[in-house]
């Protein structure tokens, strides 16, 4: 297994339990099993403010500075292949 990164939270996938699944079962490379199982995202319909914010959120929880968490979620989720494109809303 590669170490690669969610293309929806940017979470570190290093073992097979981290990465989602697609609707067959098999493992899907692009998205962690917090963002994607069985082919969908567990999160459907979620903007791009709103992930933007539950990562500053998790950022926080688990230790990382309100304002760092910020800046690093508005300079790395927009780049990431569910996002690509979007501009969040200021």
């Known amino acids: 297994m590669h170490n690669s990164i969610c293309q929806s939270c940017v979470m570190p996938m290093y ?13 899907n490379r692009e998205y ?9 995202f567990n999160d459907q319909g979620i903007t ?3 992930k933007i914010e539950k990562n500053i959120s998790l950022a926080e929880k688990m230790g990382m500075p309100r304002e ?3 800046i690093l979620a508005h300079s790395t989720l927009p780049t990431l292949k569910r ?8």
């Open 15 to 27: 073992h097979l339990a981290d990465f989602g699944t697609n609707k067959d079962g098999t493992v």
């Open 32 to 40: 962690c099993h917090h963002c994607y199982l069985n082919g969908n």
């Open 68 to 70: 760092e968490a910020t």
């Open 48 to 50: 791009l403010e709103q």
């Open 83 to 90: 996002w690509k494109g979007l501009k969040p809303i200021e």
